[in-house]
């Protein structure tokens, strides 16, 4: 299976600062079947990304999804205090479709 | 808005069965293709198993042939029969729906329920 590994495991930031967050995938990924998903505590997975780059509804354009083959990042341009979770990046171009670990960006 | 409530989790004993339901609102369960994903503690997630809106199903190798999931339009549920429960099955199972609807399976999850625990220990 393909197996992902997210970096950093924590990462610590203060309000309007960037966020980049990493996931690198064990073997190419296909035909850029990629997502993203934000967890709060207590709280169900939002879908964030899919297809590597697309938003999902109702998600503001601070999100962003670039990557391919490995290596994909999502990147925050201006952290908000509601943005602060873990986030999980996802395959699903090869079965069994897997998740990352996840990253927690967290309030400095 | 449409929702997703997952119950049924619990306490269970190593080799005993718990069945998860997750009732959908809304009056278009019946187009969904649904999946049951789940995270055990401090770990990230891992999908289980998949039902189409016409009864295709797939599961994870970890739980097949002990887990069996299903579904019923009628009551706009859908269910995840787990037998010869394992300590390594201890989780917060979610369901989620599959962003494609009918005969079209995206597998990413624009949906999900807020998750319910089982813990396999005796």
């Known amino acids: 299976e393909n197996v992902l590994t997210q970096s950093p495991g924590t990462v610590s930031l203060s309000p309007g600062e960037r966020a980049t967050l990493s996931c690198r995938a064990s073997q190419s990924v296909s035909s850029s079947y990629f997502a993203w998903y934000q967890q709060k505590p207590g709280q169900a997975p939002r879908l964030l990304i899919y297809?590597?780059?697309s938003r999902a509804t109702g998600i503001p354009d601070r999100f962003s999804g670039t990557g391919s083959g490995t290596d994909f990042t999502l990147t925050i341009s201006r952290v908000e205090p509601e943005d602060f979770a873990v986030y999980f990046c996802q395959q699903y171009g090869s079965p069994p479709l897997t998740f990352g670990g996840g990253t927690k960006v967290e309030i400095k | 808005e449409v929702q997703l409530v997952d119950s049924g989790g619990g306490l269970v004993q190593p080799g005993g069965s718990l069945r998860l339901s997750c009732a959908a609102s809304?009056?278009?369960?019946?187009?969904?293709?649904m999946n049951w994903v789940r995270q055990a503690p401090g770990k990230g997630l891992e999908w289980v198993s998949y039902?189409?809106?016409?009864?295709?199903?797939y599961y994870a190798d970890s739980v097949k042939g002990r887990f069996t999931i299903s579904r019923d339009n009628a009551k706009n549920s859908l269910y995840l029969q787990m037998n010869s429960l394992r300590a390594e099955d201890t989780a917060v199972y979610y369901c989620a729906r599959d962003y494609g609807r009918g005969g079209h399976t995206y597998w990413y999850f624009d949906l999900w329920g807020r998750g319910t625990q089982v813990t396999v220990s005796s």
């Open positions: 809304g009056s278009t369960f019946s187009t969904y293709n």
């Open positions: 039902i189409s809106s016409s009864d295709t199903k």
């Open positions: 297809g590597v780059s």
